[in-house]
């Protein structure tokens, strides 16, 4: 069995060849942003507003389900929030009860009503008075259902997350959907990243920030200039490398998503 100190003084050995720290290193380039867009809610699909191709922005409704049901619950909860009849008869009946109250009240002080009519009086105003926060708190509630039926019909719209493309509608107007679906794909290819695994022995003179040469793959065959945005400190320890996230301009969208890009380390 080899002792202890010599196991340790030959675990050096399992770094990486000179030649293979030497060697490029290859990675896929993505967009930056991209998202496959799905409803949170099951349904029809009514309407689709966005084509492939389409430069879209953020906020923008790219595909809406039946909302029918959902419209005819929200025109109720409008009307049942803006309804007035019953806070407006709470309020008429507390300022009657209240005035009532003070004209006992200055008659029992003269004298010509019992004390107990003062009382019945102001016990009557209490409780028209708390009549009224119930007619309010019951119109704050309907609001909230309001809302709530607001939110409720928009999980049955796609919006764009961000400025972009659309590249992919994959349904059709009255096919069903389910929330397991992502039928439309958005990306911005006007900024790529290429994710390239750099081995330990070159990280050293690599540091975020610089602008280093990245050659891309076919169709593009030519090299670009990449800044290394991101250095990955957690190591991976199977492989013995850092991720290492660059970020290319690609304003004009010449580059397309996917090619395959490569650092020289020499």
């Given at each position: 069995?080899?002792?202890?100190?010599?196991?340790?003084?030959?675990?050096?050995?399992?770094?990486?060849?000179?030649?293979?720290?030497?060697?490029?290193?290859?990675?896929?380039?993505?967009?930056?942003?991209?998202?496959?867009?799905?409803?949170?809610?099951?349904?029809?699909?009514?309407?689709?507003?966005?084509?492939?191709?389409?430069?879209?922005?953020?906020?923008?409704?790219?595909?809406?389900?039946?909302?029918?049901?959902?419209?005819?619950?929200?025109?109720?909860?409008?009307?049942?929030?803006?309804?007035?009849?019953?806070?407006?008869?709470?309020?008429?009946?507390?300022?009657?009860?209240?005035?009532?109250?003070?004209?006992?009240?200055?008659?029992?002080?003269?004298?010509?009503?019992?004390?107990?009519?003062?009382?019945?009086?102001?016990?009557?105003?209490?409780?028209?008075?708390?009549?009224?926060?119930?007619?309010?708190?019951?119109?704050?509630?309907?609001r909230r259902r309001l809302?709530?039926a607001l939110a409720e019909?928009?999980?049955?719209?796609?919006?764009?997350?961000?400025?972009?493309?659309?590249?992919?509608?994959?349904?059709?107007?009255?096919?069903?959907?389910?929330?397991?679906?992502?039928?439309?794909?958005?990306?911005?290819?006007?900024?790529?990243?290429?994710?390239?695994?750099?081995?330990?022995?070159?990280?050293?003179?690599?540091?975020?920030?610089?602008?280093?040469?990245?050659?891309?793959?076919?169709?593009?065959?030519?090299?670009?200039?990449?800044?290394?945005?991101?250095?990955?400190?957690?190591?991976?320890?199977?492989?013995?490398?850092?991720?290492?996230?660059?970020?290319?301009?690609?304003?004009?969208?010449?580059?397309?998503?996917?090619?395959?890009?490569?650092?020289?380390?020499?």
């Amino acid at each position: 069995m080899m002792p202890t100190r010599r196991l340790l003084l030959a675990l050096p050995a399992l770094a990486l060849p000179a030649r293979a720290q030497g060697a490029p290193v290859r990675g896929p380039v993505r967009a930056r942003q991209q998202a496959q867009l799905g409803p949170l809610a099951d349904g029809i699909v009514k309407h689709i507003d966005a084509q492939e191709g389409q430069r879209v922005t953020r906020g923008q409704v790219l595909l809406r389900l039946d909302d029918e049901v959902q419209a005819a619950r929200i025109a109720m909860a409008r009307a049942a929030a803006e309804a007035e009849g019953d806070l407006r008869q709470a309020q008429a009946a507390a300022a009657e009860a209240a005035a009532h109250a003070g004209r006992v009240g200055n008659a029992a002080r003269a004298g010509g009503a019992m004390p107990w009519e003062s009382q019945a009086a102001a016990a009557r105003a209490t409780v028209t008075r708390a009549a009224v926060d119930a007619a309010q708190d019951r119109r704050a509630l309907e609001r909230r259902r309001l809302e709530l039926a607001l939110a409720e019909a928009e999980m049955l719209v796609i919006r764009a997350p961000f400025d972009g493309r659309v590249f992919k509608v994959d349904t059709t107007i009255g096919s069903p959907l389910t929330r397991a679906d992502r039928p439309i794909t958005v990306a911005d290819l006007r900024e790529l990243e290429a994710v390239l695994f750099v081995p330990a022995g070159a990280i050293a003179n690599l540091r975020e920030g610089a602008v280093m040469p990245l050659r891309l793959g076919a169709p593009i065959n030519r090299a670009v200039p990449a800044e290394l945005r991101f250095i990955d400190r957690m190591m991976d320890a199977a492989s013995g490398r850092f991720r290492c996230v660059f970020a290319i301009a690609n304003a004009d969208e010449a580059i397309p998503a996917g090619v395959e890009a490569e650092l020289s380390l020499a």
